[in-house]
T-cell receptor, first 113, second 108 residues
Framework: GAVVSQHPSRVICKSGTSVKIECRSL??????MFWYRQFPKQSLMLMAT?????????EQGVEKDKFLINHASLTLSTLTVTSAHPEDSSFYIC?????????FGSGTRLTVV | GQNIDQPTEMTATEGAIVQINCTYQ??????LFWYQQHAGEAPTFLSY????GLEEKGRFSSFLSRSKGYSYLLLKELQMKDSASYLC?????????FGGGTRLMVKP
């Protein structure tokens, strides 16, 4: 079945630094990838839609200059959290259309200290 | 726009049956997904309903009524490992919008 590989699974960074999260579709091409954020005991909130070869579409309230998305190939999308702050600590998950519809990465737990 | 509602928490007993409801108001609605999510893990696919009616898959069944904007997930013969969050998500275009999730606690 379709697999989306997401790395890293956990990252701790200092406030003010940047963190890059990668999502790769391993056995299918993903023209579109979605990036979600999930705070504890809450559901997934869509941050942005990443389209290969074009600019990402951000949801209302998500700062595009803070959450940089690059989708340079049909199998790789990256999310960079720039100048991270403790309030950015969250669980970030990507997904792509494939397999049973939407295949999710394994998620990245970001902790900003 | 999209609005998806489901109960926040439910508790059930091992071996019992539980029904988790989900109501939605979605423009351009294609279908409805149910996902299971254990704490700290990514969601895993359970079902996708496009047509009205009940779809059964082992211990899990999912129902959809497009005219009522209503779906439910039915879990039979509950096991302790079924304790998790269950997310319903509306599909419109190529996007998913998630409900708040229902945390199910299965007790012995």
């Amino acid at each position: 079945g379709a697999v989306v590989s997401q790395h890293p699974s956990r990252v701790i960074c200092k406030s003010g630094t940047s963190v890059k999260i990668e999502c790769r579709s391993l056995d299918f091409q993903a023209t579109t990838m979605f990036w979600y954020r999930q705070f504890p005991k809450q559901s997934l909130m869509l941050m942005a839609t990443s389209n290969e070869g074009s600019k990402a579409t951000y949801e209302q309230g998500v700062e595009k200059d803070k959450f940089l998305i690059n989708h340079a190939s049909l199998t790789l999308s990256t999310l960079t959290v720039t100048s991270a702050h403790p309030e950015d600590s969250s669980f970030y998950i990507c997904s792509a259309v494939g397999g049973d519809g939407y295949t999710f990465g394994s998620g990245t737990r970001l902790t900003v200290v | 726009g999209q609005n998806i509602d489901q109960p926040t928490e439910m508790t059930a007993t091992e071996g019992a049956i539980v029904q988790i409801n989900c109501t939605y108001q979605t423009s351009g609605f294609n279908g409805l997904f149910w996902y299971q999510q254990h704490a700290g893990e990514a969601p895993t696919f359970l079902s996708y309903n496009v047509l009205d009616g009940l779809e059964e898959k082992g211990r899990f069944s999912s129902f959809l009524s497009r005219s009522k904007g209503y779906s439910y997930l039915l879990l039979k013969e509950l096991q302790m490992k079924d304790s998790a969050s269950y997310l319903c998500a509306g599909n419109a275009g190529n996007m998913l919008t998630f409900g708040g999730g229902t945390r199910l606690m299965v007790k012995p």
